[in-house]
């Protein structure tokens, strides 16, 4: 993933961080933000593991 990618990413999950000031208490905009950050962590691992299994071939074997 290069960085471009990475900050589109970032960059369509913004406008979700920035609706959570709408939220009136700390536990509300706690949850909202952690589940914003885990989805924008596993897109950007699953682009990172795709990247990996084109480049290794699984079916090949280890010495």
């Known amino acids: 993933m290069t960085k471009e990618e990475y900050l589109s990413l970032a960059a369509s999950r913004y406008e979700a961080l920035e ?3 709408e939220h009136d208490n ?3 905009y706690e949850k909202n933000f952690d589940a914003i950050w885990t989805d924008l962590g596993r897109l950007y691992m ?4 795709n990247e990996t ?5 699984r079916r090949k074997k280890k010495l």
Do not use: H, N
Request: hydrophobic share 20%.
């Open 19 to 21: 609706k959570l000031q």
């Open 53 to 57: 299994s084109k480049t290794q071939d």
């Open 46 to 49: 699953e682009s990172q593991l």
């Open 26 to 28: 700390f536990y509300d």
